[in-house]
């Protein structure tokens, strides 16, 4: 067993705090930030409720257009993986690293599927014209919102190492980890467009897609009470998917510190931290599943 794989029970080290102090500290802070959260979603959640009192007829039409049973198993899956994830903390006051790391990540590949599965939805909307298109170029921002996916999560990866060598002083490799997410960042205005091109090639080998001159999105018949309703669903649920990919790395990095023995009774507080914020991104879906697809 390596000198990395052997250390166990303990919290880091921490100068200033005793760990009952800290341990009290970042559960605080943590209520404190998921507050903030749910004051930036009750922002959308009010314009929602303001523009559906507006145009009552239009966003009744519009959610239509939603899959009621893609969100449905949206739903059973980020409930499935808040119950693990409630397994995984308990797990951790025990010691049970071996349960965590499970734990922590079918919970990791159950918000991959939730992501997937957006995607798919996504791509429903694309293939009617119902998502947003730039007026001054040839395609529409359901390609490169896929690439912002995939540079958000190898951002959000690469992250995740990088925090959990900064946990036990490995400084050089936390350099390392927390630079190339900030690379991939950096390169993403530059590879957009070309990896775009590319992927509209390859799906548009095995699905039929939309072609821009009939794009209702950019035409006259999608009036403006429909781009709003359309336009909140996406800010609405491309916001939390944000968070979604969030939480999968603050999930992944707890499992890579289980990896290494490091969750004790005396010490649990990254996974019980990451549980809360990971509670709290299903909660927000619970809210915006009834309030989105089911408007009736």
């Known amino acids: 067993m390596s000198s990395h794989a052997a250390v166990t029970s303990g919290p880091p080290e921490a100068h200033h705090w ?6 009290s500290g970042a559960k605080l802070g943590m209520w404190l930030f998921l507050a903030t959260e749910i004051l930036l979603f009750g922002v959308l959640f009010t314009c929602f409720a303001l523009y559906r009192w507006a145009f009552p007829a239009e966003f009744h ?36 690293n ?12 159950c ?29 529409v921002l359901y390609f490169p919102a896929l690439v912002l996916g995939v540079f958000l999560l ?20 936390f350099y390392k980890y927390l630079g190339g997410a900030i690379v991939v960042m950096v390169l993403f205005p530059f590879l957009v467009s070309p990896l775009a091109d590319l992927l509209s090639s390859i799906i548009g080998s095995v699905a039929t897609l939309p072609e821009h001159t009939h ?7 999608l009036t ?31 499992y890579l510190l289980a990896r290494r023995n490091r969750f004790s009774s005396e010490y649990f507080t990254p996974m019980e931290i990451g ?17 989105l697809y089911l408007i009736d």
Do not use: C
């Open 154 to 173: 190898i951002a959000a990866a690469l992250t995740a190492f990088a925090f959990a060598a900064f946990h036990y002083h490995e400084y050089s490799k």
């Open 111 to 139: 918000g991959l599927l939730f992501l997937v599965i957006k995607s798919y939805e996504y791509f429903g909307k694309f293939s009617e014209g119902l998502f947003p298109a730039t007026h001054g170029a040839d395609w």
């Open 275 to 291: 549980g809360l914020y990971w509670h709290l991104v299903d909660l927000i879906w619970i809210y915006l599943f009834p309030l």
């Open 18 to 23: 005793d760990p009952q102090t800290a341990y």
């Open 61 to 96: 039409e519009a959610s239509g257009h939603l899959k009621i049973s893609a969100g449905a198993i949206n739903t059973a899956v980020l409930i499935f993986s808040s119950y693990l994830v409630a397994l995984g903390v308990g797990a951790a006051q025990r010691g049970d």
């Open 224 to 254: 403006q009470s429909y781009k709003m309703y359309f336009g909140l669903y996406y800010a609405m649920t491309g916001l939390h998917a944000l968070h979604v990919i969030l939480g999968m790395g603050i999930l992944f990095w707890v």
């Open 215 to 221: 794009y209702a999105w950019r035409g006259d018949g």
């Open 98 to 109: 071996e349960k965590v790391k499970k734990m922590t990540l079918i919970s990791v590949v």
